[in-house]
């Protein structure tokens, strides 16, 4: 059972991080953005193996659903798929570099020194995570929170009109 | 089955985003790596969130992907009104600010 969760956790683990590279690495934008649909899809599902079905399908309507959809609209609107696209000056890919080995490197220093006395992840009630739960925390505990995304989605939405609305006196 | 593979899957992807962010120059594509660094770090909330047993940190996800929705929206009608005025969203030519 835990080999198999394991082998299970592998296999996934290795779809999202080959999925993020070959959006890093693809020349054609149309292509990074699926692979970042596929890269949200298979994140999904870990989210529902650590018992967050509310949450992975959340992130499947509105990451790989929506937000993709206005990513894919935008880059054909502006024909950005293939701009060419070489690499920015040397000194800046330095800079990515050291801040991709600090991060592997603070990882490598939590495993070596936490990791060993971690327990294991504890087993999940049927009901965790569920709709009722999530819905009940969210209307009871996080009711100001969830008042004022609203606001914060509104005024999103005014801005974004108001940026691509085309004025009357310039055409 | 420890959480320590969730925290080390969700750093090589905030790295890999960093990365993303920082080599890259078409503007969407940085975008979209900011993306997968919200991802990575929405990944650490719901392993912890199973960890602990608690379903705050659940809700804490649900709170940065509206955020995440809001600030795409806004983030892409930028780039449309910025295509408009320099047809190009080459970020190393928004350099008009530079002294």
Do not use: C
């Not at chain 1, 999925?19 to 999904?44: D, E, I, P």
């Not at chain 1, 950005?80 to 600090?102: F, I, M, N, Y």
């Not at chain 1, 969830?146 to 801005?159: D, H, Q």
């Not at chain 2, 940085?30 to 602990?52: D, G, P, R």
């Amino acid at each position: 059972m835990a080999l198999g969760s394991v082998i299970l956790f592998a296999v996934l683990a290795l779809v999202v991080v080959g999925s993020a590279l070959g959006m890093l690495f693809s020349r054609n934008a149309v292509y990074a953005a699926l692979f970042l649909v596929l890269n949200f899809a298979t994140v999904a599902l870990l989210y529902l193996i650590l018992g967050a079905p509310f949450i992975a399908l959340t992130q499947i309507t509105v990451y790989a659903g929506a937000i993709m959809i206005l990513f894919l609209f935008v880059i054909m609107l502006l024909g950005a798929e293939k701009l060419p696209d070489t690499a920015r000056s040397g000194r800046q890919r330095w800079v990515a570099a050291l801040v991709a080995l600090v991060f592997l490197a603070e990882v490598g220093l939590y495993v070596a020194y936490r990791g060993s006395n971690l327990a294991g992840m504890p087993a999940l009630t049927a009901d965790f995570g569920s709709p009722v739960a999530v819905g009940l925390a969210l209307f009871e505990q996080y009711q100001l929170p969830f008042e004022i995304t609203s606001v914060i989605l509104l005024s999103a939405l005014v801005g974004a009109i108001l940026l691509t609305r085309q004025e009357k006196q310039r055409s | 089955m420890t959480i320590t593979y969730y925290l080390a899957l969700s750093v090589i992807l905030f790295a890999l985003g960093a990365v993303g962010v920082l080599v890259r120059r078409n503007a969407i594509v940085i975008f979209m790596s900011l993306e997968l660094m919200f991802n990575a770090a929405n990944l650490v909330f719901v392993a912890y969130a199973a960890y602990y047993q608690l379903i705050n940190s659940q809700l804490f996800v649900f709170f940065v992907m509206t955020v995440a929705a809001a600030e795409v929206a806004v983030g892409l009608a930028l780039m449309v009104a910025i295509f408009r005025t320099k047809h190009s969203i080459d970020v190393d030519q928004m350099s008009a600010l530079k002294g």
